[in-house]
């Protein structure tokens, strides 16, 4: 069934459609990784006085304590961190020169969702949708076999492997259509690109039913823009959680329940 969305009221040309939204997950790329801020995706100068990594991984880098205390929770606890430490100690050669947002996204958005309460390992076998994010296609796509369907199954290992690195009582459903498959998939034909610049793309971000459905479209009627919120002098307490977001205005609660 076609998702659709129509407005309530007139809107003109280039107003904007909602408010300001924080994305369910974001990921640089890794080329991104070593210059830009893992939190804030602001650029880290060279010879920056806050310049500080996770000290695990020390894969991501931030630009601030603030940052780097926002961002802990949730690279650590998603599985990132770990991914970082398995990827790069296990990994062959080939496949250190794959990009691998995708796959952290989906880690990032697997612990935002369930830290929502929004999704659960048996709650995806039956569902074309994640946290109200269309999953659909994953079987047929699954089926068909090529090199998409490689990508999302040597993923979701990955992501499985780094999830049970840290949850101790993980189920492992690594037969069937996964969460880890699904939440992959989700970013795949979800995400958008976090650009500065025409030329210039950092990573990537997934949002909630509100943004996502406006962007689920051959012919899209609403466009979107991204602002990096100006960083205090001494990044300050008073920052936004995530600086990752689409200028908007008005107002539109996101969608938080799970559709079936």
């Not at 408010?19 to 974001?26: D, F, G, H, R």
């Not at 995706?41 to 991501?60: L, N």
């Not at 602002?227 to 001494?234: H, S």
Request: charged share 20%; proline share 4%; hydrophobic share 35%.
């Amino acid at each position: 069934m076609a998702m659709g969305m129509r407005a309530r009221e007139s809107v003109n040309m280039s107003e904007d459609l909602t408010q300001a939204i924080a994305p369910y997950a974001s990921a640089l790329h890794d080329v991104s990784l070593q210059s830009h801020c893992s939190s804030c995706f602001h650029c880290i100068p060279a010879q920056s006085p806050h310049d500080m990594s996770c000290t695990m991984c020390g894969s991501v880098r931030y630009c601030c304590s603030d940052c780097l205390i926002s961002d802990c929770e949730v690279h650590s606890s998603s599985g990132e961190c770990c991914f970082f430490v398995k990827h790069l100690r296990e990994a062959s050669p080939s496949t250190l020169t794959e990009e691998t947002s995708d796959i952290r996204a989906a880690l990032r958005l697997l612990y935002s969702l369930e830290t929502r309460g929004l999704v659960s390992s048996d709650s995806v076998s039956s569902s074309n949708r994640i946290g109200g994010l269309s999953a659909s296609g994953i079987r047929e796509v699954l089926e068909e076999g090529g090199e998409i369907a490689e990508g999302v199954l040597e993923g979701s290992l990955l992501m499985l492997s780094a999830r049970k690195s840290r949850m101790k009582n993980y189920v492992d459903l690594s037969y069937g259509l996964t969460i880890e498959k699904v939440a992959l998939w989700a970013v795949m034909t979800n995400s958008v690109e976090v650009q500065i610049s025409e030329e210039q793309s950092l990573g990537i971000a997934v949002y909630g039913p509100s943004f996502s459905w406006f962007n689920h479209s051959c012919c899209p009627s609403a466009s979107y823009r991204f602002v990096l919120v100006p960083q205090n002098e001494g990044c300050t307490s008073n920052k936004p959680e995530s600086c990752v977001v689409p200028v908007s205005k008005g107002a539109a609660p996101d969608v938080v329940m799970e559709f079936n």
